[in-house]
């Protein structure tokens, strides 16, 4: 079976929203605010999408996504007739045994579990007093660089995210405590993955995060319908504060750093 490289958005979101919390990243992904980074790659049969990746290269390092819906078979044959089209480095998140196929070409190596978390259970942000929380914008981007370094250094911040005018924070005394946003956001595709959630460590412990991420929420479901996040799956405090927001877990992948292999230069 031969991939196509995909250029139309009615049919890709056709695919995407089979699985709308599965596919959250790449349904925002269309939106024009990111389609020029993306290249999309599928099989089809009889003119309809079977199986889809992206190759997203609006960030510093490109990400691979690679996710199936059920049996990884076809995502590892999409992705074995792409190799010579993959960059040199590059970040993946795939389903799990997917990621066997490029072990040939590629130095892997593993950044662990993580789940796909969806809001599912919108009640759940009535119970939060978010009258402290105040939005924040790209007048703030130095203080949030500075934030994210001290309180979430492995972090990846995108300054650009801020023009979506979904980022949050609570500050005490003039210092930001704690902040929240999105990775991606569409209003056209109604979905947004959050992402960039942090307290400072000064502040742990408080539920500061839980209060950000609730009006963060409250805010974008008056514009989209599916709101979803990533946590790696060992990260049970994480995990327990998103739960009591709402969300529950909706699918587990793995995370990936790649290296081209000299031989394969």
Known sequence: MKALSIHDKDKIAAFLRRHPFLHLYSLGDLDDFFWH??????FTKNDEITQLALLYTGTSL????????ESTDLMKDLLHSIIHLLPKRFYAH???DVATVLAD??????????HKMALTNLASLDAFD?????PLSVADEAELKEFYRVSYPENWFEPRMLETGHYY?????????????????????R????GNIATHPQFRKQGLARV???KLCQKLLRKVDYIGLNVKADNSSAIACYTKLGFECVNTYEEYSLQLKPTAL
């Open 130 to 134: 978010t009258s402290d929380v105040i």
């Open 169 to 189: 924070g609570i500050r005490h005394g003039g210092v930001l405590m704690s902040a929240a946003g999105v990775h991606v956001y569409s209003q056209s595709y």
């Open 191 to 194: 979905v947004a993955a959050l």
């Open 62 to 69: 490109p990400v691979l996504l690679g996710l199936s819906e």
């Open 212 to 214: 950000v991420c609730a």
């Open 105 to 114: 070409d590629y130095q892997i190596v593993s950044h662990g579990l993580h």
């Open 37 to 42: 980074y993306t290249a999309w790659y599928a």
């Open 94 to 96: 795939l389903s799990r």
